[in-house]
């Protein structure tokens, strides 16, 4: 599987990014698709993810701000990401796995994306 995002870049402080990540190769159609970003210093934490069906799950930092979508068709996901905060800068990696216990075998993961908000 291999997972390749763009839309990454530098933007003010209460500006807006989008985000996208193509999945290619062994794709199922029940994968879990998202985000989890890493900023310096820091662990990778969940920003979010999307369920085949449309669930969603946010990390709670990234809430009202961020909306993940996804398209089935075309094996994308997507991150809107509004009212940027300086804070919000770090790398994003896309990720695809399955469900439970699944996830120890099918856990992929991108190259990461860098966004630098600026104060």
């Known amino acids: 599987v291999q997972l390749q995002a763009s839309g990454g870049g530098v933007v003010q402080a209460g500006g807006s990014l989008r985000l996208s990540c193509g999945a290619s190769?062994?794709?199922?159609?029940?994968?879990?698709m998202g985000w989890y970003r890493q900023a310096p210093g820091n662990q990778r934490e969940l920003v979010a993810e999307?369920?085949?069906?449309?669930?969603?799950e946010y990390g709670d930092s990234v809430k009202g701000r961020f909306t993940i979508s996804r398209d089935n068709a075309k094996n994308t996901v997507y991150l809107q990401m509004n009212s940027l905060k300086p804070e919000d800068t770090a790398v994003y990696y896309c990720?695809?796995?399955?469900?439970?216990?699944?996830?120890?075998?099918?856990?992929?993961w991108g190259q990461g994306t860098l966004v630098t908000v600026s104060s």
């Open positions: 190769g062994k794709i199922f159609s029940t994968i879990v």
């Open positions: 999307c369920s085949s069906g449309g669930s969603t």
């Open positions: 990720n695809a796995h399955a469900s439970g216990i699944l996830r120890h075998v099918y856990d992929y």
